[in-house]
């Protein structure tokens, strides 16, 4: 089993005064803005990202 995502930032605030929340396993509780969110893996791409752009490390 692997370990719990934490996020570094709130998606609602961009604060990052996160704590675990104690109800729900894997929700998340930011200070900053007093709200709650849950990340949630949906899945793997079935043909992986095609980039259109031309920038990054690639040669």
Do not use: I, V
């Amino acid at each position: 089993m692997s370990e719990r995502a934490a996020p570094f930032y709130c998606p609602y605030c961009g604060d990052e005064d996160l704590r675990p929340a104690e109800q729900g396993h894997g929700a998340w509780e930011c200070g900053a803005c007093n709200r709650a969110f849950q990340l949630k893996f949906l899945g793997l791409l079935a043909r992986g990202l095609e980039r259109s752009d031309t920038g990054g490390d690639r040669t």
